[in-house]
């Protein structure tokens, strides 16, 4: 059968349509809220296809997004911070300690395991009075520690810090520290079935979360991070800039709003270039033969493991692959918001969004994954005022004190779920695979 132009030119026309919506954004709110949007948009498209990555290619059900999101958001405190000196020299030696007796115990046992082979018992008593010992020793010298960093100005530091380094810098290292934690994971969690490998990773996404609010000593908890440092200029030195302030007057805009949409615009030619990189480089491996050895394990792990593949092995592989990626995407989006915010981590309201993304966007496709991250989040966002507006039109004949117009004007602002529920649904109804749907390759 002949193809249709809509099927022919599918995705150019879809990315067409959603720059349109950028530009409606532009010209009827601002510019400022399109290019907001914009920046967000990437951010949960790198998300989306990290996602992608373990679903797509290898059905891996990753239930714990925000988990590796706030593990990159971690990481762009502890390298671009400054080091809070006055907490290292009173709690430093305290958490140095206790991270040195948390490694030699650990080290202690994985040498200990082995060695004794023939008495069972004996064994798993060694390795039980190992950790009891390891963990008295922690508290000893942590909890001290602890005490005292927090209690350094708690208003304003009450913590560590970071290193000081470039905040680009936070961006891949997020990656690997993600990476790290989900390699661990998979470890342990990647020969359940699927449905326990969710629950898994929902579960041990809380405990990461929970522990960044708690440990102040080391992110703050809920107080927050301001301040983080910039990958791009500061609004102020723009405005007192000879040159900027020529540009602003050629284009007749005011100081603040042309130095607000230049650092925007910033921020999006780095995030483009990072989403670029990732996006070729998914590209390529899934053109490659492991990419359609994952596929083969995808469609069917037992005919793959009786061809002599180590799926579980391959699992683990992606796995750590998607979670970097995730890990480097919750790393930019602190970088955007310019502060971490751990209360901000809500795992089920938003990996459910990135979910969502992943099979409206077409999954497998790493083009329908960052379409279904612009898709859904532009709708997230403008959802809100796309509703009052419907609203407000369509109870203008009604008196402005009518009780029932007001309460469908109050209703109307908490429209974003029933708006993304009825997206999902109407999507699975008419393009059950997707907006873009993966392609059959041979």
Not at 17 to 23: A, E, K, R, Y
Not at 221 to 232: A, I, Q, S
């Amino acid at each position: 059968m002949k193809a249709s132009f809509f099927q022919k030119h599918r995705s150019v026309l879809l990315f067409s349509f959603m720059g349109t919506l950028l530009i409606l954004v532009g010209v009827f709110q601002s510019w400022s809220v399109a290019l907001t949007i914009f920046n967000l948009c990437l951010v949960s498209a790198i998300m989306a296809l990290g996602v992608n990555i373990q679903w797509g290619y290898a059905g891996l059900f990753n239930v714990g997004v925000m988990g590796f999101a706030a593990l990159g958001g971690l990481a762009s405190v502890l390298i671009s911070m400054p080091r809070v000196e006055e907490a290292w020299e009173v709690g430093g030696f305290g958490i140095l300690a206790g991270f040195l007796i948390i490694v030699t115990t650990v080290m202690s046992c994985l040498i200990i395991w082995p060695k004794i082979k023939k008495n069972k018992r004996s064994r798993y008593w060694i390795i039980f009075t190992l950790v009891i010992l390891g963990y008295s020793g922690l508290r000893i010298f942590f909890d001290p520690g602890v005490r005292a960093i927090e209690d350094v100005n708690p208003s304003v530091t009450g913590y560590l810090g970071g290193l000081g380094l470039p905040i680009l810098v936070a961006w891949p290292v997020g990656g690997i520290l993600a990476a790290g934690v989900a390699f661990v994971i998979g470890k342990v969690a990647l020969g359940l079935r699927s449905d326990y490998l969710a629950i898994a990773t929902l579960g041990i996404s809380e405990i990461i979360i929970i522990i960044i609010k708690n440990e102040e000593w080391l992110t703050r908890g809920v107080k927050n991070v301001n301040g983080l440092p910039r990958p791009v200029p500061y609004e102020v030195d723009l405005q007192q800039a000879a040159w900027f302030q020529d540009w602003a007057l050629f284009l007749d805009l005011p100081l603040d709003d042309a130095s607000s949409l230049l650092v925007k615009v910033c921020y999006a030619l780095l995030f483009i270039v990072v989403i670029a990189v990732l996006l070729w480089l998914s590209e390529t491996a899934l053109r490659s033969p492991w990419g359609r050895m994952m596929r083969a394990i995808r469609d069917n792990e037992v005919a793959a493991g009786a061809m002599g593949k180590n799926v579980t092995w391959q699992h683990l592989r992606v796995f750590v692959i998607g979670s970097a990626v995730i890990g480097m995407a919750g790393a930019m989006l602190t970088t955007l918001d310019g502060q971490f915010t751990p209360v901000g981590y809500q795992p089920l309201r938003f990996t459910f969004l990135i979910w969502v993304m992943v099979i409206i966007g077409g999954s497998g496709n790493n083009w329908g994954a960052i379409l279904g991250g612009f898709f859904i989040w532009f709708f997230w966002i403008e959802a809100e005022p796309i509703g009052l507006w419907i609203i407000a039109h369509l109870t203008s004949s009604m008196e402005p004190a009518s009780p029932i117009r007001a309460h469908l004007l109050e209703g109307a602002a908490h429209m974003r779920l029933m708006t993304v529920g009825i997206i999902l649904l109407v999507t699975l109804r008419y393009a059950p695979e997707g907006l873009i749907p993966e392609k059959k390759r041979m």
